[in-house]
């Protein structure tokens, strides 16, 4: 840790300073949660006593900790026992991994309640870093929120996490008896214990996992009753520390719990398991070796030779960057991955990172210090947030920050040195890194963090690279050259896999390979089913170059023009020149007998803008998106009106409006469009629809269908609405699956309100790209599949195998199932059925 200036804790709340040793709980006065002091509070509102993030927060709002930049961290627990509360008395005011100022409210509570029903409102605030401090108010002081308390020496603590190499051992599973979950008390017995061991501990709930060492780190878990937990170690006594800690878990740490189940015993090591799960990221499987990559440490300087030669380090760096980004843009195989290298270069221009490096490099310190200071502190508060697509930027802030800093640091990007048949396995995989793997070499690749929608999950579809993410931690403990079997489209990866089931899955991607060949060959011929029923087929794209792309690859139109592409990682609006000039080219590009359907603005509190300010929401997904907030910034949706109209005649134009959940919003939306076409002087307005993609629009399909002029179902966010299951969450990402039935019932009645209307519909979401679905959606009546680009042969060819009395039989049959497991083995059955009795169609 970098040695700092003496840090001062201000007090939290006003009331009376008690010594540790006074508060009535031996686990606080024994200081085994951390050294600090205790208030009897006056007031009723918590305050952050430094400036730093969030680091965890206990879902029933008694307990709070901040770590500033420096490590530095704080816990404050208010009261005795308050977690019996179940949050009764607490409001939290901030989240995990928010950024707060000192001084800041975290929590307010209702002191009179908390002292009523627990057993003492002492609170406490500790130093559970371990971080040397001094007091400067004597035991008995009356106190007021703000002033000065303690003076931490930063940089001083002394223990370190012993990081043994070795295989790990894990625990059998076991249920978390404690009635509260591990919350501060169980947790600081639990860390206390694990402290006594050499081995590298950890605790694995699920897909997450925490060093057992660290208090704050158990707590983070927010680990609840009769959750299933792990415990693995690795070192000279891992075996003893994992008989230990589980007995203790059994036992309540400390808390009275019920009659414990039996202890169990460590089982052996990672290597004898079979089996690892994820999420898919890029679909596909192979057989190879296991290769463990991981970054090396850079050695960073924090004293600078001189602001004005630092900044010169830092301008050199950050150009030098550009330049290699704008490399890796010229070599991308497509538009979606050029975009992810754009949206790199933006960030070296970011103006808030430049701000914070150039005061750090005013204030004496190094070029690379400065760097990397400012881009840590952001990443870090990007991936705290609770935001899938803000943990993604996380992802891409940290490549370029590392890219910067090799740069001023003079350090070669060596590429690495990689055995034939590597199947790589990270913690993390940068998209730089990701864009420069020797295919001929890497056959796939599975990580800790990451999501199925990552820059990385895309960089590897596009390189055509099985891989899996969220796999759990101790994936990292596999030995190099140990052969696996990853099987992404299942999401797993197999460790000890027989010969049968290579052979069986060699044949399988043989089969393939050759089936994707005659796909390619006849993505010329239409998509129309053996008995004479036509469906259209058009692309999903992003920029002109994935338009040129789709006609390539036998694409009849746009189904989707995500106009969000135009706005997004960039730090100013597009010109309404440039959005004009965009629309236009790409509905030439289309010619006038072509569909080009543009999407207004999709954008919110999930997928935020830099230059469109937006309050921070609880839940963005229920919040200000789509057409909600172009409707509550109408010159934003006026705007775009006018550059989309400005391609009318070069094709058959049509404007979706996302996120229609009221037949308010329509009208409101379409009232603007006439305004701004009867001021271009159009005569004639394009077609106009909606997304189907919230519940009530579904429910409310045969009142809206006479006030537009298509449908077009966004089965991503339909599914996760109607499951209430978010899409991205690593633990219900298999469950929200839009082949429940619940979601093709709203797809069924949607397709039935618009043909009695005589409107067309057109599926755009993710499960319009999957083979297996097509049969059902013809089945259900849909007029339009509109796809990813690489897939639109593929669409095509499925269509052409199948006949429509047969695909309307097994929807009516899927309707009646009761989960999306069932439908998707049905949908398998056919197809195997389907493949075999289908005749292949020559070119």
Same mark, same amino acid.
């Given at each position: 840790?970098?040695?700092?200036?003496?840090?001062?804790?201000?007090?939290?709340?006003?009331?009376?300073?008690?010594?540790?040793?006074?508060?009535?709980?031996?686990?606080?006065?024994?200081?085994?949660?951390?050294?600090?002091?205790?208030?009897?509070?006056?007031?009723?509102?918590?305050?952050?006593?430094?400036?730093?993030?969030?680091?965890?927060?206990?879902?029933?709002?008694?307990?709070?900790?901040?770590?500033?930049?420096?490590?530095?961290?704080?816990?404050?627990?208010?009261?005795?026992?308050?977690?019996?509360?179940?949050?009764?008395?607490?409001?939290?005011?901030?989240?995990?991994?928010?950024?707060?100022?000192?001084?800041?409210?975290?929590?307010?509570?209702?002191?009179?309640?908390?002292?009523?029903?627990?057993?003492?409102?002492?609170?406490?605030?500790?130093?559970?870093?371990?971080?040397?401090?001094?007091?400067?108010?004597?035991?008995?002081?009356?106190?007021?929120?703000?002033?000065?308390?303690?003076?931490?020496?930063?940089?001083?603590?002394?223990?370190?996490?012993?990081?043994?190499?070795?295989?790990?051992?894990?625990?059998?599973?076991?249920?978390?008896?404690?009635?509260?979950?591990?919350?501060?008390?169980?947790?600081?017995?639990?860390?206390?214990?694990?402290?006594?061991?050499?081995?590298?501990?950890?605790?694995?709930?699920?897909?997450?996992?925490?060093?057992?060492?660290?208090?704050?780190?158990?707590?983070?878990?927010?680990?609840?009753? %009769?959750?299933? *937990?792990?415990?693995? &170690?690795?070192?000279?006594?891992?075996? /003893? $520390?994992?008989? +230990? @800690?589980? !007995? =203790?878990?059994?036992?309540?740490?400390?808390?009275?719990?019920?009659?414990?189940?039996?202890?169990?015993?460590?089982?052996?090591?990672?290597?004898?398991?079979?089996?690892?799960?994820?999420?898919?990221?890029?679909?596909?499987?192979?057989?190879?070796?296991?290769?463990?990559?991981?970054?090396?440490?850079?050695?960073?300087?924090?004293?600078?030779? %001189?602001?004005? *030669?630092?900044?010169? &380090?830092?301008?050199?760096?950050?150009? /030098? $960057?550009?330049? +290699? @980004?704008? !490399? =890796?843009?010229?070599?991308?195989?497509?538009?979606?991955?050029?975009?992810?290298?754009?949206?790199?270069?933006?960030?070296?221009?970011?103006?808030?990172?430049?701000?914070?490096?150039?005061?750090?490099?005013?204030?004496?310190?190094?070029?690379?210090?400065?760097?990397?200071?400012?881009?840590?502190?952001?990443?870090?508060?990007?991936?705290?947030? %609770?935001?899938? *697509?803000?943990?993604?930027?996380?992802?891409?802030?940290?490549?370029?920050?590392?890219?910067? @800093?090799?740069?001023?640091?003079?350090?070669?990007?060596?590429?690495?040195?990689?055995?034939?048949?590597?199947?790589?396995?990270?913690?993390?995989?940068?998209?730089?890194?990701?864009?420069?793997?020797?295919?001929?070499?890497?056959?796939?690749?599975?990580?800790?963090?990451?999501?199925?929608?990552?820059?990385?999950?895309?960089?590897?579809?596009?390189?055509?690279?099985?891989?899996?993410?969220?796999?759990?931690?101790?994936?990292?403990?596999?030995?190099?050259?140990?052969?696996? @079997?990853?099987?992404?489209?299942?999401?797993?990866?197999?460790?000890?896999?027989?010969?049968?089931?290579?052979?069986?899955?060699?044949?399988?991607?043989?089969?393939?390979?050759?089936?994707?060949?005659?796909?390619?060959?006849?993505?010329?011929?239409?998509?129309?089913?053996?008995?004479?029923?036509?469906?259209?087929?058009?692309?999903?794209?992003?920029?002109?170059?994935?338009?040129?792309?789709?006609?390539?690859?036998?694409?009849?139109?746009?189904?989707?023009?995500?106009?969000?592409?135009?706005?997004?990682?960039?730090?100013?609006?597009?010109?309404?020149?440039?959005?004009?000039?965009?629309?236009?080219?790409?509905?030439?590009?289309?010619?006038?007998?072509?569909?080009?359907?543009?999407?207004?603005?999709?954008?919110?509190?999930?997928?935020?803008?830099?230059?469109?300010?937006?309050?921070?929401?609880?839940?963005?997904?229920?919040?200000?998106?789509?057409?909600?907030?172009?409707?509550?910034?109408?010159?934003?949706?006026?705007?775009?009106?006018?550059?989309?109209?400005?391609?009318?005649?070069?094709?058959?134009?049509?404007?979706?409006?996302?996120?229609?959940?009221?037949?308010?919003?329509?009208?409101?939306?379409?009232?603007?469009?006439?305004?701004?076409?009867?001021?271009?002087?159009?005569?004639?307005?394009?077609?106009?629809?909606?997304?189907?993609?919230?519940?009530?629009?579904?429910?409310?399909?045969?009142?809206?269908?006479?006030?537009?002029?298509?449908?077009?179902?966004?089965?991503?966010?339909?599914?996760?609405?109607?499951?209430?299951?978010?899409?991205?969450?690593?633990?219900?990402?298999?469950?929200?699956?839009?082949?429940?039935?619940?979601?093709?019932?709203?797809?069924?009645?949607?397709?039935?309100?618009?043909?009695?209307?005589?409107?067309?519909?057109?599926?755009?979401?993710?499960?319009?790209?999957?083979?297996?679905?097509?049969?059902?959606?013809?089945?259900?009546?849909?007029?339009?599949?509109?796809?990813?680009?690489?897939?639109?042969?593929?669409?095509?060819?499925?269509?052409?195998?199948?006949?429509?009395?047969?695909?309307?039989?097994?929807?009516?049959?899927?309707?009646?199932?009761?989960?999306?497991?069932?439908?998707?083995?049905?949908?398998?059955?056919?197809?195997?059925?389907?493949?075999?009795?289908?005749?292949?169609?020559?070119?």
């Amino acid at each position: 840790m970098t040695t700092t200036q003496p840090l001062e804790l201000l007090a939290p709340l006003s009331g009376v300073l008690l010594a540790l040793d006074q508060v009535p709980d031996p686990v606080f006065a024994g200081r085994l949660i951390g050294d600090g002091l205790c208030i009897d509070p006056t007031s009723q509102t918590l305050c952050a006593p430094l400036a730093g993030v969030i680091s965890s927060i206990q879902d029933s709002g008694h307990a709070v900790s901040v770590t500033d930049d420096n490590g530095v961290q704080v816990l404050m627990h208010i009261g005795l026992d308050t977690v019996n509360l179940g949050g009764q008395g607490f409001t939290p005011l901030v989240q995990e991994g928010q950024r707060v100022e000192v001084g800041q409210p975290l929590i307010e509570f209702d002191a009179d309640y908390v002292a009523l029903h627990a057993r003492s409102l002492l609170t406490l605030m500790l130093v559970v870093s371990g971080e040397p401090f001094t007091l400067l108010r004597p035991d008995g002081a009356l106190v007021d929120v703000g002033q000065p308390l303690l003076r931490v020496s930063p940089g001083e603590a002394a223990e370190t996490v012993d990081e043994e190499a070795g295989d790990a051992l894990f625990s059998k599973p076991l249920t978390l008896p404690n009635a509260n979950g591990l919350h501060a008390r169980p947790a600081a017995v639990f860390a206390q214990a694990a402290k006594g061991f050499n081995a590298s501990i950890y605790l694995h709930k699920q897909t997450q996992s925490a060093n057992a060492k660290s208090l704050v780190a158990i707590m983070a878990l927010q680990t609840v009753q %009769g959750d299933t *937990l792990q415990v693995s &170690a690795a070192g000279d006594d891992a075996d /003893a $520390a994992i008989k +230990a @800690l589980v !007995a =203790l878990l059994a036992e309540g740490c400390g808390e009275t719990v019920a009659a414990p189940t039996a202890v169990v015993e460590p089982c052996a090591p990672l290597s004898s398991a079979t089996l690892l799960r994820g999420v898919c990221a890029s679909p596909g499987s192979a057989f190879g070796q296991v290769v463990q990559v991981a970054e090396p440490e850079l050695n960073i300087t924090e004293a600078g030779s %001189g602001e004005a *030669l630092e900044r010169a &380090a830092l301008e050199r760096g950050l150009l /030098a $960057a550009a330049e +290699a @980004l704008q !490399a =890796l843009q010229t070599k991308a195989a497509g538009s979606a991955q050029a975009e992810i290298f754009r949206a790199h270069q933006e960030l070296l221009e970011d103006p808030t990172l430049l701000e914070q490096a150039h005061a750090q490099l005013t204030n004496g310190k190094s070029a690379a210090f400065a760097w990397n200071r400012a881009t840590v502190a952001t990443a870090t508060l990007f991936q705290g947030l %609770g935001n899938a *697509l803000l943990a993604e930027r996380a992802a891409d802030l940290a490549d370029v920050g590392q890219r910067v @800093l090799k740069l001023i640091l003079g350090i070669q990007d060596r590429a690495w040195d990689l055995p034939e048949q590597a199947i790589l396995i990270a913690e993390q995989l940068t998209p730089s890194q990701t864009a420069s793997l020797d295919t001929r070499k890497v056959l796939g690749f599975v990580t800790v963090g990451g999501g199925a929608t990552s820059h990385v999950a895309i960089l590897a579809r596009a390189l055509g690279l099985p891989a899996i993410c969220g796999v759990p931690v101790h994936v990292l403990a596999l030995a190099n050259g140990k052969q696996v @079997l990853l099987d992404a489209d299942k999401g797993e990866l197999h460790l000890d896999p027989d010969l049968a089931e290579i052979e069986q899955l060699q044949a399988a991607r043989d089969q393939q390979v050759l089936r994707r060949q005659r796909e390619v060959a006849q993505a010329a011929l239409p998509a129309t089913t053996r008995d004479g029923h036509h469906v259209e087929v058009t692309a999903n794209v992003a920029s002109l170059q994935e338009v040129e792309q789709s006609l390539t690859l036998g694409g009849e139109g746009v189904g989707l023009l995500r106009s969000e592409f135009l706005y997004l990682d960039r730090n100013r609006a597009p010109s309404p020149e440039e959005q004009a000039g965009t629309y236009s080219a790409i509905a030439r590009v289309l010619g006038p007998e072509r569909n080009l359907v543009v999407r207004t603005l999709d954008v919110g509190g999930d997928k935020p803008l830099a230059y469109v300010p937006m309050d921070s929401e609880t839940n963005p997904f229920l919040g200000l998106r789509g057409i909600r907030l172009c409707l509550e910034r109408p010159e934003l949706l006026r705007e775009q009106f006018r550059a989309i109209l400005a391609s009318a005649g070069f094709a058959r134009l049509h404007i979706m409006l996302p996120m229609v959940s009221l037949l308010s919003e329509l009208h409101l939306a379409r009232a603007i469009l006439e305004e701004e076409a009867l001021a271009l002087g159009l005569k004639e307005l394009p077609k106009l629809g909606i997304m189907i993609e919230v519940p009530s629009a579904a429910l409310m399909a045969d009142v809206f269908a006479p006030h537009v002029d298509f449908f077009s179902i966004g089965t991503n966010d339909l599914t996760q609405y109607t499951l209430a299951m978010d899409r991205d969450h690593p633990r219900l990402a298999s469950q929200a699956d839009s082949f429940h039935p619940s979601v093709l019932r709203l797809i069924a009645s949607t397709v039935k309100a618009a043909h009695a209307h005589g409107k067309w519909v057109g599926v755009c979401g993710a499960l319009a790209s999957e083979a297996l679905a097509v049969p059902v959606l013809i089945g259900l009546g849909v007029d339009e599949l509109s796809v990813s680009v690489p897939l639109i042969p593929t669409i095509k060819a499925t269509v052409r195998e199948l006949d429509l009395a047969d695909c309307q039989s097994i929807a009516r049959q899927v309707l009646g199932l009761e989960e999306a497991a069932q439908v998707r083995e049905a949908l398998r059955l056919y197809h195997a059925a389907t493949v075999e009795t289908s005749p292949v169609v020559e070119h």
